[in-house]
């Protein structure tokens, strides 16, 4: 009988570094992902309230108010402006401060 090896979820921990390390950076990491989900949320919604009008939208179901409309694929299902707005950092190689929430400067 051949016994399972449990394999561990933490990389191997490299020269001078501690489990302690690992964790400190899974902490970062999980802060910066609440962070960008807090001000993605309130980005949808200011741009719900700002230029998502059901009777002001272009034939591809975006709203066209803003720069990222053009990377707008269909707004028919959950945070349209937001996924336009990544993909338009994706291709522009454009970086979001998320302690800014002044969201009239990324319109």
């Known amino acids: 009988m051949?016994?399972?090896?449990?394999?561990s979820?933490?990389?191997p921990l490299q020269d001078g570094e501690?489990?302690?390390d690992i964790v400190r950076q899974a902490n970062l990491i999980n802060e910066y992902a609440?962070?960008?989900?807090?001000?993605e949320n309130a980005?949808?919604?200011?741009?719900?309230?700002?230029?998502?009008?059901?009777?002001?939208?272009t034939s591809y179901g975006c709203c066209g108010y803003g720069d990222m409309c053009d990377w707008c694929k269909d707004n028919s299902y959950?945070?349209?402006c937001?996924?336009?707005?990544?993909?338009m950092c994706r291709e522009k190689r454009i970086t979001i401060d998320y302690d800014n929430y002044d969201f009239s400067e990324v319109w």
């Open 18 to 20: 501690d489990a302690d």
């Open 43 to 57: 980005f949808q919604k200011w741009s719900d309230e700002h230029g998502l009008e059901p009777n002001n939208t």
């Open 82 to 87: 937001v996924r336009a707005l990544n993909a």
């Open 34 to 39: 609440k962070k960008k989900r807090k001000w």
């Open 78 to 80: 959950g945070r349209p």
């Open 9 to 11: 979820m933490f990389p």
């Open 2 to 7: 051949v016994k399972a090896e449990q394999i």
